[in-house]
């Protein structure tokens, strides 16, 4: 306390020149020697405290009273007579003084100071000594946030974020943050908000209700909801769901007080701070135009569009350093895809066309276990690792899927369909004990390890262009074909079924070559699950889709008719349109299966059934007779063997379908509406695991489904993926080893976030780094990297 004395006689002096003729001066009688430039700490303390004693001052705070006495006699008929003799005469001169002292100047409660409406104290006490510690602050501040573009790396970037940086305003500048606060009114919009609430609840207290305004039988109801003869309030509801209101955002108060702080930062130097590095790479990240980013940056709310692009630069010569350093001591996997972009340039060009730019986007992946247990992955892979020889080992049980499992795993996504579907089926349900899937192989969630390559000037659709995609990737990451052969090296590579074909055939069409390095030998392409999932897709489109008229009951093209679904059709090119159409055929076809072996009508009546009987015992016998492939000789053959019933043709005896009227049916027809329902629902199971288990991250539950669809396309048009998953089957049971199918299991799936349920497929990775090329480039008659 006594250097806080010290400090106060200090201010006073500086403050208040005037002291040194004031009476106090003249009362001033000294018995201790005065303190030198070389005395210590200690003995000036002493000196002031005997300062202190001899004028007989209870505090130091008597020093102002003193002096405004002496202002007040000597000015009385200046214009601040009035306010000083306000200030001496009020009782509360003393507790405010000592609450500037001894608390924080931005307290709360500065409005209640006497000195609040004082121009006086404010201009010549307050407001100097409050000035020099917020400039004290925000120099320090400065320097906190203080980030040269030439020394920012991935690492500085992945720690800036808005939280940390609230945290360092808070701790560096707490006065400057507490002023802030008071000046955007936080304290009052919080203490406002706490007396709604109160209001809100003694009003629900007094009424005697649980606070449901909206169903209150109030007389000031809008007369659009009055139903005269009918339930008003059911019709209120049922226009609130069909027009329900967005929820309200709430401010971000921290957040608009870290951007005051950091522009009040920003205005003392002419560099950027984290805040505006943050933003301005956000923006550039985002595709935001130049000019907006000019404005903002002119507001001081993010750096210049110039300062973004060096930064830019510089984090990427920073990763090129560190994914160079990775693959020479790490396994990786090498993606590309092509990336196909239309330019709008028909009025700059000669034949008044458009100009397709034909490149290629190329990625690194490396596993994302780092652990200890994953030292295989230091080691790259040989030519003993993978042994194409061996597919000559390959049989029909090779194809076989674990139908155990998918009976599993249809009984767990059929219990998500009905709790998603009624509240009071997943109460009833959530009563037993619910079933979970079975992990085989699960992805450990962590963030991907991925580098995405520069864009290449070549076209991977055509077989010449394609060897020069390897071996500009080669060359970009010092690992050419000559190093493979020298290190008896093997490198995965995938992509969609083109970059797989093309890949092949430029190593088949070298196959006479000599070295390694010309044969192309070293790669191993294999397809990649998203584009995989699309074939999937196309192919139970194709199989259930029946007549083009809808004449086919249970079909897609019935439903589509239905529900005026106009982009469904045998070329929709719009996959998560299909998508969501299918699964929502799957769901209903689900439910309606489920209502069919309970005989109710309804989900009311399912629901009062599963009170009564085991709904687990129901869900197991539909999944089990979905997937046995006896269900459908049954239904054809009676147990002799006799054909159950007769070949479908005109009968004289049998109901014409279209007619409502007629007779009933002497069912001597097979239901095949009903076969064709059960064949849909086994594919969409089959359908609804393999996504699953992408977002899962669990590749051992994909592999039993890419084994199941390998089958069912040996039967359709897509040859190409029937004999590609075919191939990748091959690879998984006989041609890789332990440690190459480990490399195919831990990278097959990535997760970009490091969030659960978030993993996604490889080349659907590089479809995004693909869309974030063509957002980045510029329609322009001038190429575009």
Same mark, same amino acid.
């Given at each position: 306390?006594?250097?806080?004395?010290?400090?106060?006689?200090?201010?006073?002096?500086?403050?208040?020149?005037?002291?040194?003729?004031?009476?106090?001066?003249?009362?001033?009688?000294?018995?201790?020697?005065?303190?030198?430039?070389?005395?210590?700490?200690?003995?000036?303390?002493?000196?002031?405290?005997?300062?202190?004693?001899?004028?007989?001052?209870?505090?130091?705070?008597?020093?102002?009273?003193?002096?405004?006495?002496?202002?007040?006699?000597?000015?009385?008929?200046?214009?601040?007579?009035?306010?000083?003799?306000?200030?001496?005469?009020?009782?509360?001169?003393?507790?405010?003084?000592?609450?500037?002292?001894?608390?924080?100047?931005?307290?709360?409660?500065?409005?209640?100071?006497?000195?609040?409406?004082?121009?006086?104290?404010?201009?010549?006490?307050?407001?100097?000594?409050?000035?020099?510690?917020?400039?004290?602050?925000?120099?320090?501040?400065?320097?906190?946030?203080?980030?040269?573009?030439?020394?920012?790396?991935?690492?500085?970037?992945?720690?800036?974020?808005?939280?940390?940086?609230?945290?360092?305003?808070?701790? /560096?500048?707490?006065?400057?943050?507490?002023?802030?606060? $008071?000046?955007? +009114?936080?304290?009052? @919009?919080? =203490? %406002?908000?706490? *007396?709604?609430?109160?209001?809100?609840?003694?009003?629900?207290?007094?009424?005697?209700?649980?606070?449901?305004?909206?169903?209150?039988?109030?007389?000031?109801?809008?007369?659009?909801?009055?139903?005269?003869?009918?339930?008003?309030?059911?019709?209120?509801?049922?226009?609130?769901?069909?027009?329900?209101?967005?929820?309200?955002?709430?401010?971000?108060?921290?957040?608009?007080?870290?951007?005051?702080?950091?522009?009040?930062?920003? /205005?003392?130097?002419?560099?950027?701070?984290?805040?505006? $590095?943050?933003? +301005?790479?956000?923006? @550039?990240? =985002? %595709?935001?135009? *130049?000019?907006?980013?000019?404005?903002?940056?002119?507001?001081?709310?993010?750096?210049?569009?110039?300062?973004?692009?060096?930064?830019?630069?510089?984090?990427?010569?920073?990763?090129?350093?560190?994914?160079?350093?990775?693959?020479?001591?790490?396994?990786?996997?090498?993606?590309?895809?092509?990336?196909?972009?239309?330019?709008?340039?028909?009025?700059?060009?000669?034949?008044?066309?458009?100009?397709?730019?034909?490149?290629?986007?190329?990625?690194?992946?490396?596993?994302?276990?780092?652990?200890?247990?994953?030292?295989?992955?230091?080691?790259?892979?040989?030519?003993?690792?993978?042994?194409?020889?061996?597919?000559?080992?390959?049989?029909?049980?090779?194809?076989?899927?674990?139908?155990?499992?998918?009976?599993?795993?249809?009984?767990?996504?059929?219990?998500?369909?009905?709790?998603?579907?009624?509240?009071?089926?997943?109460?009833?349900?959530?009563?037993?004990?619910?079933?979970?899937?079975?992990?085989?192989?699960?992805?450990?969630?962590?963030?991907?390890?991925?580098?995405?390559?520069?864009?290449?000037?070549?076209?991977?659709?055509?077989?010449?262009?394609?060897?020069?995609?390897?071996?500009?990737?080669?060359?970009?990451?010092?690992?050419?074909?000559?190093?493979?052969?020298?290190?008896?090296?093997?490198?995965?590579?995938?992509?969609?079924?083109?970059?797989?074909?093309?890949?092949?055939?430029?190593?088949?069409?070298?196959?006479?070559?000599?070295?390694?390095?010309?044969?192309?030998?070293?790669?191993?392409?294999?397809?990649?699950?998203?584009?995989?999932?699309?074939?999937?897709?196309?192919?139970?489109?194709?199989?259930?889709?029946?007549?083009?008229?809808?004449?086919?009951?249970?079909?897609?093209?019935?439903?589509?008719?239905?529900?005026?679904?106009?982009?469904?059709?045998?070329?929709?090119?719009?996959?998560?349109?299909?998508?969501?159409?299918?699964?929502?055929?799957?769901?209903?076809?689900?439910?309606?299966?489920?209502?069919?072996?309970?005989?109710?009508?309804?989900?009311?009546?399912?629901?009062?059934?599963?009170?009564?009987?085991?709904?687990?015992?129901?869900?197991?016998?539909?999944?089990?007779?979905?997937?046995?492939?006896?269900?459908?000789?049954?239904?054809?053959?009676?147990?002799?063997?006799?054909?159950?019933?007769?070949?479908?043709?005109?009968?004289?005896?049998?109901?014409?379908?279209?007619?409502?009227?007629?007779?009933?049916?002497?069912?001597?027809?097979?239901?095949?509406?009903?076969?064709?329902?059960?064949?849909?629902?086994?594919?969409?199971?089959?359908?609804?695991?393999?996504?699953?288990?992408?977002?899962?991250?669990?590749?051992?539950?994909?592999?039993?489904?890419?084994?199941?669809?390998?089958?069912?396309?040996?039967?359709?048009?897509?040859?190409?993926?029937?004999?590609?998953?075919?191939?990748?089957?091959?690879?998984?049971?006989?041609?890789?080893?332990?440690?190459?199918?480990?490399?195919?299991?831990?990278?097959?799936?990535?997760?970009?976030?490091?969030?659960?349920?978030?993993?996604?497929?490889?080349?659907?990775?590089?479809?995004?780094?693909?869309?974030?090329?063509?957002?980045?480039?510029?329609?322009?008659?001038?190429?575009?990297?």
């Amino acid at each position: 306390m006594s250097v806080a004395w010290l400090v106060v006689w200090l201010a006073v002096c500086c403050l208040c020149p005037s002291l040194v003729h004031s009476p106090l001066h003249q009362r001033f009688y000294p018995t201790m020697a005065p303190p030198t430039a070389d005395s210590p700490v200690g003995r000036r303390v002493e000196y002031v405290l005997e300062l202190i004693k001899d004028l007989d001052l209870h505090s130091p705070l008597y020093v102002f009273e003193m002096q405004l006495r002496a202002a007040q006699d000597a000015g009385r008929k200046t214009t601040r007579y009035k306010a000083a003799k306000y200030i001496l005469d009020d009782d509360r001169f003393i507790t405010s003084m000592t609450t500037i002292m001894t608390f924080d100047i931005a307290a709360p409660n500065i409005e209640s100071l006497f000195f609040s409406n004082s121009g006086a104290l404010l201009d010549s006490v307050v407001t100097p000594i409050l000035g020099k510690e917020l400039d004290a602050e925000m120099e320090n501040l400065v320097r906190v946030w203080r980030c040269p573009i030439d020394e920012i790396t991935p690492e500085k970037l992945l720690a800036m974020n808005y939280g940390q940086m609230r945290k360092e305003a808070k701790e /560096t500048a707490p006065r400057t943050w507490k002023m802030v606060e $008071l000046l955007v +009114g936080k304290e009052h @919009n919080r =203490a %406002n908000r706490r *007396k709604r609430q109160k209001q809100a609840g003694d009003g629900d207290a007094a009424e005697g209700g649980g606070g449901e305004g909206i169903d209150s039988d109030s007389e000031n109801e809008d007369t659009e909801w009055e139903d005269v003869g009918g339930d008003g309030k059911a019709k209120w509801k049922r226009k609130k769901k069909q027009h329900p209101q967005k929820p309200k955002v709430r401010k971000d108060v921290d957040l608009m007080i870290l951007g005051t702080v950091a522009v009040m930062s920003y /205005t003392r130097t002419n560099r950027a701070n984290k805040f505006q $590095l943050v933003n +301005g790479y956000y923006l @550039n990240a =985002a %595709n935001c135009p *130049k000019r907006p980013r000019a404005v903002m940056a002119r507001f001081g709310f993010c750096m210049t569009y110039e300062s973004t692009i060096r930064v830019v630069r510089h984090i990427s010569l920073c990763v090129k350093d560190i994914y160079m350093e990775m693959v020479q001591n790490e396994l990786f996997i090498e993606i590309w895809d092509n990336l196909n972009q239309m330019y709008r340039v028909k009025s700059r060009t000669i034949t008044h066309q458009e100009h397709l730019s034909n490149e290629t986007q190329p990625y690194l992946l490396f596993v994302s276990d780092r652990t200890e247990s994953s030292d295989w992955r230091k080691e790259p892979l040989t030519n003993e690792n993978i042994r194409r020889e061996r597919a000559l080992d390959m049989e029909i049980a090779d194809l076989e899927p674990n139908f155990d499992l998918l009976r599993h795993a249809s009984f767990v996504h059929g219990c998500n369909i009905l709790m998603e579907s009624s509240k009071p089926l997943a109460a009833l349900m959530a009563k037993d004990s619910l079933p979970s899937h079975v992990k085989i192989h699960q992805i450990p969630v962590r963030p991907a390890v991925a580098f995405p390559l520069p864009t290449l000037r070549l076209n991977e659709g055509r077989i010449d262009e394609t060897i020069k995609v390897i071996q500009e990737i080669g060359k970009e990451i010092r690992i050419e074909g000559p190093v493979y052969e020298e290190k008896d090296m093997i490198q995965l590579t995938g992509g969609d079924f083109a970059t797989v074909r093309n890949t092949n055939k430029a190593a088949f069409q070298r196959a006479d070559a000599t070295t390694v390095a010309e044969s192309l030998s070293f790669v191993e392409p294999t397809i990649e699950m998203f584009h995989f999932t699309m074939s999937v897709l196309t192919m139970i489109l194709h199989t259930h889709f029946g007549r083009p008229d809808g004449k086919d009951y249970a079909s897609i093209a019935k439903f589509k008719e239905l529900l005026g679904f106009e982009k469904i059709g045998l070329n929709c090119k719009d996959f998560r349109t299909l998508e969501f159409f299918l699964l929502d055929m799957f769901k209903a076809h689900f439910l309606a299966a489920v209502l069919t072996l309970a005989v109710q009508a309804d989900m009311a009546g399912l629901e009062k059934w599963f009170e009564e009987h085991s709904w687990d015992q129901l869900l197991k016998y539909l999944c089990s007779s979905v997937f046995d492939p006896l269900t459908m000789q049954r239904r054809k053959f009676k147990d002799s063997g006799q054909v159950r019933f007769k070949p479908a043709g005109p009968k004289t005896k049998t109901a014409n379908p279209e007619d409502t009227s007629a007779m009933k049916d002497e069912g001597i027809i097979r239901d095949i509406a009903m076969d064709n329902a059960l064949l849909f629902l086994r594919d969409m199971m089959v359908y609804r695991e393999l996504t699953d288990a992408c977002k899962t991250g669990d590749s051992g539950r994909l592999v039993e489904c890419i084994k199941y669809f390998a089958v069912c396309f040996q039967a359709t048009r897509q040859f190409n993926y029937a004999a590609e998953s075919i191939h990748l089957i091959a690879c998984l049971e006989h041609i890789w080893d332990d440690k190459a199918r480990r490399v195919w299991m831990d990278t097959v799936l990535m997760n970009p976030s490091g969030l659960p349920f978030k993993f996604v497929a490889r080349d659907l990775f590089n479809e995004w780094l693909n869309r974030d090329g063509k957002d980045m480039s510029t329609s322009s008659a001038s190429y575009t990297s």
